[in-house]
């Protein structure tokens, strides 16, 4: 399923990433800016990936 495509190294292919969404700005602002990149939700999971191809850098985890 999706979620083995939603890994640290893959790729986050078209379809994925129309389905995706941005976080509020409020979640965007604690997190670390790393130039070239954008945070995206993905289903239950935050990812960041790299603009330019899609390659997903971190997927990011909330502590509990």
Excluded: H
């Excluded at 399923?1 to 379809?15: F, H, P, S, T």
């Amino acid at each position: 399923g999706w979620q083995k495509k939603v890994a640290r190294g893959e790729v986050l292919d078209g379809d994925m990433y129309e389905a995706s969404r941005t976080l509020p700005r409020n979640i965007l602002d604690q997190l670390e800016d790393v130039e070239g990149t954008s945070v995206r939700q993905v289903e239950d999971r935050v990812v960041r990936i790299m603009d330019t191809t899609g390659v997903i850098m971190d997927v990011l985890t909330g502590a509990r």
